[in-house]
């Protein structure tokens, strides 16, 4: 049951461990790059099938971000789309038999939630410098800054435990089902599985992106009001 | 053994009874929001839009104090820390 679950160790050396979590999303990575520009090569003005259904989900996509960010659309849509795509993907693929999610490892979520960590700052400096950001952390009174801090920290680490725990619990459910009731009867608990891996990445990026958004915009709301 | 009775025991007491409990809050509270909005919706539904996005982003918030009970219990069940005092 354990080995099914939690992720396997592949190949090891010394401390370091790659775990099969990691070779498949470090794979999916490799594999939506491959797609992405292989499908973008040869792009026509009267689109087929499968361009018409790819430019469906980038503009819904980009539509998402657009209506929440409408001023910063262009630095921030490659980073929220980029997460949306690689966790479609990794949400997804637990799907197909003989290969378990990547995102049930509370690592690979500890990593996509410290990249979204790094990223408030990074959008937030980029667009109000050092100085405009880092006084958000003192406003409206310099003693709320441990709250402010405590709060971005809490916040990522729910980001990351609630995808790992979706995730995981998903799995988890699916196998206890087998073990109670036997053969095809999970089918059901796997079609669930196919809406929360939707779900899940939504809220995922949407979460980044509202964090993100709260950073860039903290800082224009003071900036209007001067 | 008898320490491995009692460890058994009480993390089964403990895993079943907290996840019963700590899903208690988080569904009360989720079924507030859903029917909050369903009520906003109602009044007004050209900002349907905008309202399913706050409760999504609301729901996953809420949602996550109940996958924190989940981690928990996980931990009790698969990798006890206090284990390694009985053992």
Known sequence: METDLFPRVLWQAGPIQITDTLALSVALTVLLWLAGWSLTRHLQLEPGPLQTALEGIVLAMENAVRDLLPQHFDEVAPFIMGLWWFLLAANLIGLIPGLESPTRDLSITSALAFLVFLSVPWFGIRSHGLKGYLSHYVKPFPFLLPFHIVGEITRTVALAVRLFGNMMSLGLVALIFLLLAGFLVPVPILMLHGVEALVQAYIFGMLALVYIAGGIQSQSRRKSKR | ?87
Request: net charge neutral; with cysteine; proline share 3%.
């Open chain 2, 1 to 87: 053994m008898h320490d491995m009775t009692w460890i058994v025991l009480g993390s089964t007491v403990a895993a079943a009874l907290g996840i019963g409990i700590g899903v208690l809050g988080p569904g009360i509270g989720m079924g507030r929001a859903i029917a909050q909005a369903l009520d906003a919706i109602a009044r007004q539904p050209e900002a349907e839009k905008i309202l399913m996005r706050t409760l999504f982003i609301g729901l996953a918030m809420i949602e996550s104090l109940a996958i924190y009970c989940l981690v928990i219990i996980l931990i009790i069940l698969f990798r006890n820390p206090l284990l390694q005092y009985v053992l």
